[in-house]
């Protein structure tokens, strides 16, 4: 009897073949393929802070394991965590949330995933402004959306301006997500632009509004944050605030993210999370409690360091032929502008026509890892991490510099 074999390629679901690698874990993993091989890679492609998880939060995850919290905790997160939240919102944003108005995931990604898994049907649209995160999109086109994409130039600072919102809205529009400071540009929104934007929507009831907060505490320049639905409080109904820990409290390994939106919402993403991965880690929980409510003098120690981390990449961009950027605002990344590179030929005779060979030709030749503006929906740029060691910065710098001028 003959077997007729079947790749299991060809039975995976469209969802998942459509599905495009994440790349911004594809040059870090290069980098460190790279490493392994004994090359000195400087890695400027991850959006991940140098830092130790301070000892304090550390301490506090050993004693809850000392104390044997190691059991299923609620599916959307322990009550005195919920609650620890809620005082977060109030106390530093100015936002009113009921433990039943927060979720707790496995980092701030899932509880995006989870938003557009709770309110999208195949079609409906979600308004991106480019550059934007890689995940956004991704997450949208598995929940059956369709991510719209709005172009914002430097030349208006990478931000979303109201004319531009009002135009990409249509009757299948089901959210806006807004993410300020931002990844990978470090574009702020200042209160007067987040109320530009309220305006808009305010005559859009049915359209819900996602804030990404997560870089809020890395900010520059006396910039003071804010967020959306504090700005205008006639979008808290159906505005969903999204926070973690990474990037705050060094946590990125902990993976914990929360959100605090509308409750019939908020009860709908427990739901999925419930049938999908139930609670994240009891370890991690009692963690970010001890983190939300305990010393937090850490914080402005830490943004002093990514300030003069920020300075110095400028600077040294600034100084290197074919390369430009701005001073970004906030987070730790910097949006550098490579088309002065386009067109300029390598040793080997190839030419490098767009920001992903520009990529590719700073790891082979320059062994540096960055991520091309392409990945963020917004070209010819590339996107420096500087969440890293200042020698590596500078180390990382010249090497680049000597690899642009190689070119002709």
């Known amino acids: 009897m003959m077997m007729t074999t079947i790749s299991v390629e060809s039975l995976l679901s469209s969802r998942v073949s459509n599905l495009a690698p994440n790349p911004i874990s594809v040059a870090n993993e290069e980098a460190a393929r790279l490493r392994r091989k004994r090359q000195q890679i400087t890695n400027f492609s991850i959006g991940e802070p140098d830092f130790e998880t301070p000892e304090h939060i550390k301490e506090a995850g050993m004693a809850a394991i000392r104390r044997g919290e190691t059991r299923y905790t609620v599916p959307d997160g322990r009550p005195d965590l919920k609650l620890a939240i809620?005082?977060?919102f109030s106390r530093e944003n100015?936002?009113?949330?009921?433990?039943?108005?927060?979720?707790?995931?496995?980092?701030?990604?899932?509880?995006?995933?989870?938003?557009?898994?709770?309110?999208?049907?195949?079609?409906?649209?979600?308004?991106?402004?480019?550059?934007?995160?890689?995940?956004?999109?991704?997450?949208?086109?598995?929940?059956?959306?369709?991510?719209?994409?709005?172009?914002?130039?430097?030349?208006?600072?990478?931000?979303?301006?109201?004319?531009?919102?009002s135009a990409a809205l249509s009757p299948r529009t089901k959210w806006v997500i807004l993410n300020s400071p931002s990844n990978p540009s470090g574009a702020t929104y200042t209160p007067a632009e987040l109320e530009g934007l309220s305006e808009v929507l305010l005559h859009h009831p049915k359209v819900l509004v996602l804030s990404d907060d997560i870089y809020e505490h890395?900010?520059?320049?006396?910039?003071?944050?804010?967020?959306?639905?504090?700005?205008?409080p006639g979008l808290e109904g159906r505005t969903l605030v999204v926070n973690g820990m990474s990037k705050t409290y060094a946590m990125t390994g902990w993976r914990l993210g929360y959100g605090g939106g509308p409750r019939e919402l908020i009860s709908a993403m427990g739901n999925i999370q419930a049938q999908a991965t139930s609670a994240p880690c009891s370890i991690s929980q009692a963690a970010a409690i001890t983190a939300l409510t305990g010393p937090q003098d850490e914080i402005p120690v830490r943004r002093e360091i990514f300030r003069e981390r920020r300075d110095l990449m400028v600077e040294r961009i600034g100084s290197v032929s074919g390369l430009a950027c701005t001073r970004p605002s906030g987070a730790f990344y910097v949006y550098v502008d490579c088309s002065g590179v386009m067109g300029r030929r390598t040793r080997k005779g190839a030419t490098l026509n767009d920001d992903v060979g520009v990529a590719v030709y700073l790891l082979q030749e320059a062994q540096v890892a960055v991520v091309p503006g392409a990945a963020f929906g917004l070209s010819p740029f590339l996107r420096f991490s500087y969440a890293t060691a200042t020698k590596a910065i500078e180390d990382g710098c010249d090497r680049i510099a000597q690899a642009l001028d190689a070119l002709t």
């Open 86 to 88: 809620c005082e977060k």
């Open 94 to 165: 100015g936002l009113e949330f009921s433990p039943e108005q927060v979720t707790v995931g496995a980092g701030a990604k899932q509880v995006i995933y989870n938003a557009m898994q709770a309110t999208l049907d195949e079609g409906d649209e979600v308004v991106i402004p480019a550059p934007y995160w890689t995940s956004y999109p991704e997450i949208v086109l598995l929940s059956g959306g369709c991510p719209v994409f709005v172009e914002c130039p430097s030349s208006a600072g990478f931000k979303l301006t109201p004319a531009q919102l």
């Open 218 to 232: 890395i900010l520059y320049d006396d910039f003071v944050f804010d967020t959306i639905s504090r700005i205008e």
